[in-house]
């Protein structure tokens, strides 16, 4: 019933297009993935990417290094059991929750398939069936901005998320008006500036921008920063980068700081610990994201399985990483967009994915039950 061996891959995820965000562009990535197998020949996945050493704290390469102390902590555990799991890793290694979350996202998908039950299920179950993404418009021109919020809406998107910072702030405040033009009565608009503004910058776009019906999204880098402006806001402030775990959520909540969060699957250290934030967003009616950084079809997967567990109204998109990317690991079943709500991928239990281990390249690392 044990974690009986981990292999470690280093994938490169090129990006299908340029992805610019304040502090960076999305290049080529490269994510870990790992293949948790247990004593029965059952093969679990996990996956972590971050996406440049610029937009966290955390990077690829650290992932990769801890792993060497956190594998050999989990071999021989029963991957079911995800509370001892986490106990162990914890007691282990303080911090490094992304490195944590490959192995956590591994255990989920594993011991699915050893129960023959989705992940979706054993995570509370699809609430109402309307699972839903979001998709990203890069910073850019308002022409550009507004083409991409127009196609996009055709697609059937209905949460954006546009890209400002790091440039003069009348540049965002034009892309913002240009999208908020095109922008349709169920469509949701969350201006994302990954910390990028200062509170001065972040309190005159909130006032340039006053009629228009749009979140705001980690504006400024720090929670103190945050607190500052949030009186003075027209807008809600949703928590991106500063909500690194289920305490700090708690916090912003019952302060009534944020009124949404973008949640990360591997800033919180992998499923388990999503699915405790998610049974306090959801008992406190803030809404919530179930994306990542960036990552392939395994991120995407278990984003689309948390995500179809929150109420759609309290929903603001799961990562569905097919669009971003030219790899990946399951073309015929990683999730997809249909008709503007994300399909589950269907490839059988875990996170429904068939992944043949060699498209993940060689193994950088391997651990075994000594
Ligand atoms: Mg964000």
Known sequence: MGIEEIRVYAVPLPAVVTYNMSSSKVATP??????????AGRVGFGEVCLASHHAQPANNDGVRNTLEILAPVVLGLDPVNTATLNTAMHAAVDGNNEAKAVLDIACWDLAGKRLDTPVVDLLGGVVDGSGMTYHVVGI?????????????????????QLKAGGRPIHEDIGSIHAVAEVCRPGTDLAVDTNRGWSTVEAIQVSNACAGIRMSMEQPCATEAELRIIKPQLHHPLVVDENATDLRTIARMISTGLADGFGLKISRLGGLSTMRAVRDLCMAASVPMSADDAWGGDVVAAAGAALGATLLSQLSRGAWLSHPYHQVHYDEGNGPRLENGAVTLPAGGPGLGLVIDETVLGEPVAGYTRG
Do not use: C, H
């Not at 850019?140 to 954006?160: D, F, K």
């Open 30 to 39: 490269m994510s870990t993935v790992v293949a948790m197998e247990d004593d």
């Open 140 to 160: 850019g021109s308002p022409e550009y901005a507004a083409a991409e919020a127009e196609r996009l809406q055709v697609e059937g998107i209905t949460r954006l």
